[in-house]
Nanobody, 116 residues
Framework: QVQPVESGGGLVQAGGSLRLSCAAS????????MGWYRQAPGKQRELVAE???????TYADSVKGRFTVSREIVKNTVYLQMNSLKPEDTAVYYC??????????WGQGTQVTVSS
């Protein structure tokens, strides 16, 4: 069982920055990729950014140039640096961990609120 645990959410003004962290604990043999999704009220959960074991990154178009995903493999930790935040970035952000057998785990989520 893998348990991702997020931290770093909060309230910030538009134009500000936040950094989210997620540490994956538990028993696992290999992680294929880690990343972040978000879900705003009344909307579907969407991919924000993810990073593979080789360092390949994927970003949603809406966050390109503003968000950066990074990973510390030895710590099984993934980060999301969010700059130039906008009110439309307000959502619950979920960390996800995918093992090499494609089993996916989710964190409990952390709230990010951007005020205008």
């Amino acid at each position: 069982q893998v348990q991702p645990v997020e931290s770093g959410g909060g309230l910030v003004q538009a134009g500000g920055s936040l950094r989210l962290s997620c540490a994956a604990s538990g028993n696992f043999f290999s992680i294929k990729r880690m990343g972040w999704y978000r879900q705003a009220p009344g909307k579907q959960r969407e991919l924000v950014a993810e990073i593979g074991s080789g360092g390949t990154t994927t970003y949603a178009d809406s966050v390109k140039g503003r968000f950066t995903v990074s990973r510390e493999i030895v710590k099984n930790t993934v980060y999301l640096q969010m700059n130039s935040l906008k009110p439309e970035d307000t959502a619950v952000y979920y960390c996800t961990v995918v093992r090499i057998d494609e089993i996916q785990y989710w964190g409990q989520g952390t709230q990010v609120t951007v005020s205008s």
